[in-house]
């Protein structure tokens, strides 16, 4: 398989580097719209054609795989089917943007604590979506974190914008955060996210280059890690999909594709080319 198309030549650089030193390189996706298509149901995600079984040769050379998802840990392990996948026994999950990890070799759950306004905002929540005309909102309670999704709604983005300020609000009230992501507005812990969840595998695993694959905002914070690392010598690939139209993700990424098929087909190049250096 051929090298994908690398935007820019930092992005060169960074494939480059793992390609020659597989054994330093972590790579870390995204579940939901990068490794999994989106669908409206949220507990129907699957992942990809090929997509465990690239992560899986890949996991053969490279230093560490890993997935950084909102999802808890075990839902993201349930739901992309990784648990006893041939070849994926050093794999690690990091759940609530890193508030979880879970290991593959081990098959525990580590969480940092949950504060306790996940449980006021809980309470507070349907009374607000009713008040805001939205009674049928459908909440995913993810225990450590609520997501408010509106994309069974009759007007998902109408929905959104009106759901984003009452949720704000609720959110701060309660020392939350808002985050904001596909048909999804998410109340979930401050002091956490994809970017320090990275930061952390990078340090534990002593990381000289990192490939890190998403496609919605709050992919963003992994990519706005890696670029400051990147100005301290650390070897990135940033992959972003198209599938959640996230323009800030595609236009800082050094390879774009549509959905995660072609995530899926980067990998596949990336364990082509490491197999043939
Ligand atoms: O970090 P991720 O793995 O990308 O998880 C982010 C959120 O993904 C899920 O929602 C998104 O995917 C759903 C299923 O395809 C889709 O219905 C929804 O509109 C998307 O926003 C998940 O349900 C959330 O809990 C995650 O935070």
């Known amino acids: 398989m051929s090298t994908p198309v690398l935007a820019t030549a930092a992005g060169r650089e960074g494939w480059e580097a793992i390609v020659a ?55 993201a392990t349930e739901l992309s089917g990784v648990t006893g996948h041939p070849g994926l026994g050093r794999l690690v ?18 969480s940092d604590p949950v504060p306790p306004g996940v449980e006021i905002a809980r309470e507070k929540l349907p009374a607000l979506l009713a008040s805001v005309g939205y009674p049928d909102a459908f ?30 609000d609720l959110a701060e009230s309660v020392d939350l955060r808002l985050e904001p ?16 969840a990275l930061r952390r595998l990078i340090d534990s695993t002593n990381a000289r280059s990192v490939l890190y694959a998403g496609d919605d905002l709050g992919d963003l914070a992994a990519f706005e890690a890696l670029n400051t690392l990147r100005s301290d010598g650390l070897h990135c690939v940033l992959v972003a999909t198209r599938s959640s139209g996230a323009t800030a993700l595609t236009d800082a990424a050094d390879i774009v594709v549509d959905d995660p098929s072609g995530v899926v087909t980067v990998l596949t190049a990336l364990s082509d080319a490491i197999a043939t250096r």
């Open 21 to 75: 030193d597989p054994a330093g390189a972590v790579i870390a996706s995204d579940f939901d719209g990068t490794l999994s298509p989106l669908v409206e149901d949220p507990s129907m995600s699957r992942a990809a054609d090929g997509a465990l079984d690239a992560l899986a040769r890949l996991a053969r050379s490279v230093g560490q795989v890993a997935i950084v998802t909102g999802r808890p840990a075990l839902v």
């Open 93 to 110: 999950v990091l759940g609530h943007y890193g508030l979880e990890r879970w290991e593959a070799s081990t098959g525990a759950v580590t």
């Open 139 to 168: 909440v995913e309670d993810k225990g450590s974190s609520l997501a408010v999704h509106t994309r069974r709604l009759a007007d998902p983005l109408p929905a959104l914008e009106v759901l984003r300020q009452p949720l704000t």
């Open 181 to 196: 992501g596909n048909l999804v507005l998410e109340l979930r812990p401050p002091g956490i996210d994809k970017g320090v």
